[in-house]
């Protein structure tokens, strides 16, 4: 059973930049991870995925060129680094993790979620 906890979330002007983390436990070799956002009143949207090699990355394209998503293994915790932050990226962001390798881009890729952090940008 995989177990995931999103940190990192707040407050930031437009222009500005936050990192996310998610730690992850009882991760298997074959899982990929992901990154994935939800704006109200819109659906749950892939932003970022990984495969467990860190060779393969998958990018939303609302946010390639900006954000970047990376693993650190020793701590078994998965990031998303955003810069130049827009309002239109305001959301709660949901760490995703899947029993297989693939890199999904729906969440129906994807087996265990965490719980979410809010993620605001003002104008």
């Known amino acids: 059973q995989v177990q995931l906890v999103e940190s990192g979330g707040g407050l930031v002007q437009a222009g500005g930049s936050l990192r996310l983390s998610c730690a992850a436990s009882?991760?298997?070799?074959?899982?990929?991870l992901a990154w994935f956002r939800q704006a109200p009143g819109k659906e749950r949207e892939i932003v970022a995925a990984?495969?467990?090699?860190?060779?393969?990355?998958y990018y939303g394209d609302s946010v390639k060129g900006r954000f970047t998503i990376s693993q650190a293994y020793a701590k078994n915790t998965l990031y998303l680094q955003m810069n130049s932050l827009k309002p239109e990226d305001t959301a709660v962001y949901y760490c995703a993790g899947s029993k297989g390798g693939g890199l999904g881009s729906t969440v129906n890729g994807y087996d265990y979620w965490g719980q979410g952090t809010q993620v605001t940008v003002s104008s």
């Open positions: 009882g991760r298997t070799f074959s899982s990929s």
């Open positions: 990984i495969s467990w090699s860190g060779v393969t990355k």
